[in-house]
Nanobody, 120 residues
């Protein structure tokens, strides 16, 4: 069974940067980052096909966030730049979608999450 472990969360001031990491225990064909803030629904942030590295982004983060992979270690990164207070949320890594790349209900495996807090 695939196991996912996230890391890299923390607190940063608005305009700062953070890089999240997700390490998978086995081979996966797609990976994605989701986030959920208190009182809000879980939303897709970015996704990637591990076969060719094709990235996909939510409109709210496009141009600021970058998803990438390191195939040798089966690891996916989320580089977050120009962070805003609205980016504050628990960020989750997910793998192997059954359908939509940014749909939380379509993913098979999930990590425990890592907290990102952006202060003004």
């Amino acid at each position: 069974q695939v196991q996912l472990v996230e890391s890299g969360g923390g607190s940063v001031q608005a305009g700062g940067s953070l890089r999240l990491s997700c390490a998978a225990s086995g081979y996966i064909y797609s990976m994605a980052w989701f986030r959920q803030a208190p009182g809000k629904e879980r939303e897709g942030v970015a996704a990637i096909y591990t076969s060719d590295g094709s990235p996909y982004y939510a409109s709210s983060v496009k141009g600021r966030f970058t998803i990438s992979q390191v195939n040798a270690k089966n690891t996916v990164y989320l580089q977050m730049n120009s962070l805003k207070p609205d980016d504050t949320a628990m960020y989750y890594c997910a793998a192997d979608s059954r359908g939509g790349l940014l749909s939380p209900t379509d993913y098979t495996y999930w990590g425990q999450g890592t907290q990102v807090t952006v202060s003004s």
